[in-house]
């Protein structure tokens, strides 16, 4: 009877033994930690070779993780691309085309869409977004964050130009200060403020400002009405630009000039995202775009703190917001997933006083550098609570740099144009991955996306993907953990103005890139690189690039010389084979608008002062 005895306490130590090496096999679920930039270009970080920028934070990220060289966004702009990382899909298949959503936007993601915080929540992650979201708001907020597996969020739900924060850039009726750079004096380079003003003694009113007349102003020939918008912010004064389609002309007006626009004009507000036809301004006109809000939601309470939000304090309320999150969760020992969203270094750039004027690269680098300051001090919050060993830390930006802003719009390096746009700068970003526990330090030249993120988390932790999809990620696990070889061999470019499947742009193939179409955006007419302004062009044959040997697209291959045929062969399979999937074109969710639906911190504005919300709506 003792030996048995003797034999059961063996078998116990035995199997306690191997649980325990057991799970020091398999570590706990790490904490993952997405830092996203916006409007960030290949070539604005350090260690992605800009000379100028001073991003000390971001580079020793780079140093202890893996850097990605071929890294994709799934759009040339902000909300698409957001949708991608999200979810895992192209925009197409979810609906958010054509553009990005806008304050008025009636829609947003689909709900039956399910995102990484989905994904995460359901196996016990807390969830949280600090930042832009861009993916839709709604009349009741039914389109923010916490409707898609995040508990809670604060932040402001769109770009921060939406319209451009006038009370924080202009200056006031004795020309003070700038508000949102307190002991600082008006910039004469014009890299903060949307608009300038000059002196006068007539004034009429603009969001609630009191702003000098202007005299009547030039026509300028234009083929775009980007073209037409950037004069206007350019030239001082100047509030209303006028684009004429048919006669490709732009007129530059005082707001208050009578005018009679032909049928097909586009009026253009310098403090506007988005151009809209003349009987869509009817409420616009009438000042009634609503300030930017900051909001805060978590659980089932919402509330916007701010409107219009203060952009001088943004950074440290982000910030503090994001490393109490971590702390809490890291107290209870319970993972996490933050989606740290930064507005930088979208238009128009802003830093606190601790950084303004700190930097070689004028506004753009101190906004960028306020930027690497909130990753370094994420950073630091993770080490200092020894949880940084297994924390998975994702870093990259929504799109390429918008070159529309010149030099304080950011920097694509050696790679073709930028944001809005097919070519490499538009969609290959910086990203980089720290793990310390799983990833080794490296750099990877493999073709990855942001689409990639969805099924690499769910595969790393054993989460189920939905069936009933089409999902266009791929599992970076090969090349994160086991250093090899990354299963991606294509990717496809859809363009910013997606409307039918005829619209696909380009396609990537290992090295080889093939042009169908390509279309400039966000960047003036004369812009030194000619094709980054220039209208829709059909290719056929179509452009073929090498991009080992050409990154930046400048030399396009003969694609008709019968050498390159199997390769052309090959990519326009794969064009056949995309189109092919199923699901590619679901309902397009951007386009219908209702001023009534802009975020508004005193829901009873849009019934009582619908024509006076931009007054209305404020918590000042």
Not at 148 to 160: E, K, L, R, V
Not at 548 to 563: A, F, I, N, R
Request: proline share 9%.
């Amino acid at each position: 009877m003792a030996t048995i005895r003797l034999d059961c306490v063996a078998i116990a130590a035995i199997l306690l033994a191997v649980a325990v090496a057991e799970r020091v096999q398999q570590p706990q679920r790490p904490n993952i930690v997405f830092l996203f930039a916006d409007d960030l270009g290949y070539g604005d970080l350090g260690c992605y070779g800009h000379p100028t920028s001073d991003t000390p934070n971001i580079d020793k990220l780079a140093s202890e993780g893996m850097k990605f060289l071929d890294f994709y966004t799934s759009s040339p702009v902000c909300s698409p691309s957001r949708a991608g990382l999200l979810t895992g899909r192209y925009q197409t298949r979810s609906g958010i085309y054509p553009g990005v959503f806008e304050p008025a936007s009636t829609q947003g993601l689909p709900h039956n869409e399910t995102t990484i915080a989905n994904q995460l929540k359901s196996i016990g992650y807390n969830t949280a977004i600090v930042g832009k979201w861009h993916l839709g708001v709604g009349n009741v907020s039914q389109y923010l964050p916490t409707n898609f597996g995040f508990d809670q969020y604060t932040g402001i739900p769109y770009s921060h130009d939406m319209p451009d924060p006038a009370d924080c850039f202009a200056r006031g009726p004795t020309m003070e200060n700038l508000p949102c750079f307190p002991g600082t004096p008006p910039d004469p380079m014009k890299t903060t403020t949307p608009f300038n003003m000059s002196q006068g003694t007539q004034t009429h009113s603009f969001h609630g400002l009191a702003l000098p007349a202007v005299e009547p102003m030039q026509t300028l020939s234009a083929t775009h009405p980007h073209q037409c918008r950037l004069a206007c912010e350019q030239l001082q004064g100047c509030l209303i630009g006028e684009f004429t389609s048919r006669a490709h002309q732009c007129r530059l007006l005082n707001r208050s000039a009578p005018f009679q626009p032909d049928s097909d004009a586009l009026l253009l507000f310098p403090s506007l995202k988005a151009y809209q036809t003349v009987a869509q301004m009817s409420h616009l006109t009438s000042n009634n775009e609503v300030s930017i809000p900051l909001y805060h939601y978590k659980g089932s309470n919402v509330s916007i703190l701010q409107q219009p939000a203060n952009l001088s304090t943004l950074d440290e309320l982000y910030l503090d917001t994001a490393l109490d999150f971590i702390d809490a969760n890291a107290q209870n020992s319970t993972p996490f997933f933050l989606y740290f969203a930064f507005q930088h270094t979208h238009h128009p750039d802003y830093a606190s006083t601790a950084f303004f004027n700190t930097t070689y690269r004028g506004m753009m680098g101190d906004s960028l550098n306020a930027l690497d300051w909130s990753v370094g001090q994420v950073m630091a919050k993770l080490k200092a609570l020894g949880i940084d060993d297994n924390t998975m830390v994702f870093f990259s930006s929504d799109n390429g740099p918008s070159l529309m802003r010149l030099e304080r719009g950011g920097d694509a390096g050696p790679l073709r144009c930028g944001k809005g746009t097919t070519w490499e700068g538009g969609q290959r970003v910086p990203a980089i991955i720290r793990w310390p526990q799983r990833v080794q330090p490296g750099v990877s030249r493999d073709i990855t996306s942001t689409l990639d993120m969805f099924p690499t988390i769910s595969n790393i932790l054993n989460i189920s993907i939905p069936t009933d999809r089409y999902y266009d990620g791929i599992d970076m696990s090969p090349i994160l953990f086991l250093q090899q070889t990354g299963t991606r061999s294509a990717f496809y470019y859809w363009p910013e103005n997606v409307a039918a499947p005829t619209d696909l742009h380009a396609v990537r193939w290992h090295e080889w890139k093939m042009h169908l179409k390509t279309e400039g955006s966000h960047a003036p007419s004369n812009y030194f690189v000619p094709s980054c302004a220039a209208k829709l062009q059909v290719h056929d044959p179509p452009l073929l690039f090498n991009l080992y040997h050409d990154p930046g697209e400048h030399v396009p291959l003969d694609s008709t010389d019968p050498k390159f045929g199997f390769i052309i062969q090959k990519l326009h399979s794969l064009v056949e084979e995309h189109l092919a999937s199923p699901g590619l074109f679901g309902t397009a969710q951007i386009g219908p608008s209702n001023p009534a639906y802009q975020p508004c911190c005193k829901p009873t504005c849009s019934q009582q002062h619908p024509k006076a919300m931009d007054t209305c709506c404020r918590t000042d």
